[in-house]
């Protein structure tokens, strides 16, 4: 049961069922690579935890998920819109939004709306579904309990939590998607150096008709301060009924991350709502820290780390499991492409400098989010943070060829090697369509409307062009997103970003994009 089918080994086992390993195991699923997931829990969690970001959304609408997004999504707060309140029937004390420019950025910045949202669960359920759909295989109950790698291939042993029946797996590649106490991070050597708590913090779950009471949690996320208790109400679900607050603050709380009574949970939630009346049913209340680390290498050989096992943050700012399933998305294209010979294995280098600046962004604004909640200020002025943290990251490795070492203002909304191709609204007969359509699940050559000497240059990759119907006849369309001329072209990565710009049309440009895919590609 547990052990592969001899001579056809897994190309990659993901230890981890949570939204990281699941999302990391759909994409590799949807790119045709053999993938089993192992998790010593019996199910899913139930209890909806981290949300999604616009990005999050983004991947899985890449991988033909939107019908499904269209069914789980609804409509939460705009980022960083926030309001205090006395109490949830209480007096509104404060409403803070980000600055104009931001807002309108978060607004166009995507296909998905930047109100969109879905929780960890939903996210964990579509990944599963989706990953077995598309020939995944998950294992519940299954511990990885040893595991080494030499050139060739993983060998992890593997133990059934109900039986003790032990087995072994083998893989080209193991990824350790395990969580912030990763056995696969311990195993292989991969400290967590010296991690910075930020706060001690209580999170409660519940199920309350809070929704009519709240009004306003449908367009901010929700503060409240009274001399009873400090926290947060945010809700979990379209319907109202479904909440979660982070018990931030209450007289007599401990210095250290100490569990709540019952009894103790429900007399804070009621604090904060203001109405003792209303019936609550409690979930569960966790007792944690909020805990910042990075661990001293994401990559060991042919085993990789990812979201919480590669760097810990607390859900201030909203990015932690978002930053990890970008992480795979970021992993998946680059091993299918070693796998399947389009690549050289150098290209694998790539994964942790760029995951690195990616999870720093986010870090860094989840720690100063948990600096603005202690002085009681309002996080709007981090708006940039958050948009950096979120997607507009830059990235610098091998799989980039770079023009210069200049870092992009978040605003700045032209093609940058490096960064995630901009997002535009293109005509495409009555159907919307986004500039990221165009590029798919593996390299895309985009040309702009006078590019059409372009669509001959590539054997080896997908080439689009922006055509003048699609611009409504307006080519700046494309000179503005793309920062070239109307006949230059962009190279993108199977992840949607910006690998090499050429700026006009060259003399012979299918040697130029051969020469840019072998050294992207870690052909030399």
Not at 296 to 316: E, I, N
Not at 479 to 495: H, I, K, Q, Y
Request: proline fraction near 6%.
């Amino acid at each position: 049961m547990i052990n592969a089918k001899p001579g056809e080994p897994y190309e990659v086992v993901v230890v981890g069922a949570g939204p990281v390993g699941l999302s990391t195991a759909l994409f590799l699923a949807d790119r045709g690579v053999r993938v089993l997931v192992v998790d010593r829990r019996d199910s899913l969690s139930v209890t909806p935890r981290a949300s999604t970001s616009q990005r999050t959304l983004e991947l899985f609408r890449s991988v033909g998920l939107g019908a499904s997004l269209d069914r789980m999504t609804w409509d939460g707060p705009r980022p960083l819109r926030t309001l205090v309140k006395d109490s949830a029937v209480g007096a509104v004390l404060h409403r803070a939004a980000p600055p104009e420019p931001y807002a309108r950025r978060l607004d166009t910045c995507g296909p998905v709306g930047s109100r969109r949202v879905m929780t960890q669960y939903e996210v964990q359920r579509i990944a599963l579904d989706e990953l077995r759909r598309r020939g995944g295989q998950v294992r519940f109950g299954v511990e990885l309990v040893d595991a080494t790698a030499d050139a060739e291939a993983v060998r992890a042993r593997v133990t059934s939590v109900d039986t003790g029946r032990s087995g072994e797996l083998v893989s080209r590649y193991l990824v350790g998607a395990d969580g912030a106490r990763s056995g696969v991070r311990k195993l292989f050597g991969m400290d967590m150096p010296a991690p910075r708590v930020a706060a001690r913090l209580n999170t409660a779950f519940f199920r309350a008709e809070l929704g009519r009471l709240l009004p306003e949690s449908s367009t901010y996320a929700c503060f409240v301060r009274n001399e009873h208790v400090q926290c947060t109400l945010f809700a979990k679900g379209a319907a109202g009924d479904r909440w979660s607050s982070h018990i931030i603050a209450y007289p007599g709380k401990p210095d250290r991350a100490t569990p709540l009574t019952p009894e103790r949970t429900l007399g804070l939630l009621r604090a904060a709502i203001g109405d003792d009346t209303l019936p609550i049913d409690l979930t569960a209340c966790d007792a944690w820290e909020a805990t910042f680390g990075t661990a001293s290498a994401f990559r060991r050989g042919r085993v990789f780390l990812a979201g919480d096992a590669a760097h810990l943050q607390s859900s201030a700012g909203g990015l932690g499991m978002n930053t990890g399933i970008q992480d795979g998305h970021n992993l998946a294209w680059k091993l299918a492409a070693v796998l399947r010979g389009r690549a050289e294995a150098a290209l694998l280098d790539s994964y942790e400098p760029e995951r690195r600046i990616a999870a720093e962004a986010s870090l860094a604004l989840s720690y100063r989010m948990h600096d603005a909640y202690r002085a009681q200020q309002h996080p709007t002025e981090l708006a940039a943070d958050y948009l950096r943290g979120m997607m507009f990251y830059r990235y610098t490795s091998a799989a980039v060829l770079a023009e210069d070492d200049t870092e992009p203002d978040v605003l700045d909304d032209r093609a940058t090697p490096g960064r995630r191709l901009p997002h535009r609204w293109l005509t495409d007969g009555d159907a919307g369509l986004s500039t990221l359509d165009l590029v798919g699940t593996d390299w895309t050559l985009l040309a702009g409307p006078r590019g059409t000497t372009w669509l001959e240059a590539g054997d080896d990759l997908r080439v689009r062009q922006v055509t003048t119907a699609m611009v409504d006849g307006d080519e700046s369309v494309f000179t503005d997103l793309a920062g070239a001329e109307p006949d230059g072209a962009l190279l993108v990565r199977p992840d949607g970003f910006v690998a090499w710009r050429s700026p006009r049309l060259p003399e012979d440009p299918g040697g130029a994009v051969r020469r840019a895919l072998r050294t992207l590609c870690g052909h030399g």
